[in-house]
């Protein structure tokens, strides 16, 4: 089962790079990273998905170490529109509500002026 | 393009009684997804469907049917409301089972 860990929650400063790391030590094989961002009274937004090494787009990067055991979410200078809660999810949601491991808590990010 | 449009946006129900929230995607999407946010937690998966036609069971599944009789629509119903049912509810679709889910903007039920 490839339980995720994520902090539940963090404090950071505009213009600061915020890092937010997942563990997962029981990935499969063939299990995607994906990162959603939620506001308060909206439904999630993805940010980014990866399978390994490295992967950037225009609002974040996601670096995966070779055994995937963990990924690190990177949010580079941070406003505070950032603020949000950021959720880890390995492998689809099929699978995760199968093994009652759909969205774990997230981590609550505070961007703080 | 409107993505995912969820009716409606707010519902307050007595126990006991029924309704059914209404999800459209307008991408082609085979996926569609129900979940429910209680306050403070994750979402969880309620039912979900893999193309026009089919649902099948998620994480908490009891007190809540689905019919996808169109591609573009995922229909949730409650038959009889229970308290315990109070939550926001959100569905999303995607075009693959890894893909990216793309979410509607929620249904805020209240039971009493």
């Known amino acids: 089962l490839a339980k995720t860990t994520q902090p539940i929650s963090m404090d950071s400063y505009e213009g600061q790079e915020v890092n937010i790391t997942c563990s997962h030590n029981n990935i499969a094989t063939n299990d995607y990273i994906t990162w959603y961002q939620q506001f308060p009274s909206q439904g999630p937004r993805f940010i980014i998905q990866g399978y390994k090494t490295k992967v950037t787009n225009e609002v974040a990067s996601l670096f995966i170490p070779a055994d995937r055991k963990s990924s690190t979410l990177s949010l580079p200078r941070v406003s505070l529109s950032d603020t949000a809660v950021y959720y880890c999810?390995?492998?689809?949601?099929?699978?995760?509500?199968?093994?009652?491991?759909?969205f774990g808590g997230g981590t609550r990010v505070l961007v703080k002026p | 393009n409107a993505g995912v449009t969820q009716t409606p946006k707010f519902r307050v129900l007595k126990t006991g009684q029924s309704m059914t929230l209404l999800c459209a995607q307008d991408m082609n999407h085979e996926y569609m997804y129900w979940y429910r946010q209680d306050p403070g937690m994750g979402l969880r998966l309620i039912h979900y469907s893999v193309g026009e036609g089919t649902t099948a069971k998620g994480e908490v599944p009891d007190g809540y049917n689905v019919s996808r009789l169109k591609k573009q629509n995922f229909l949730l119903g409650l038959e009889s409301a229970a308290p315990s049912q109070t939550s926001v509810y959100f569905c999303?679709?995607?075009?693959?089972?890894?893909?990216?889910?793309?979410f509607g903007p929620g249904t805020r039920l209240t039971v009493t």
């Open positions: 999810l390995v492998g689809d949601m099929i699978k995760a509500a199968g093994n009652k491991l759909t």
């Open positions: 999303a679709s995607s075009l693959s089972r890894e893909g990216e889910q793309y």
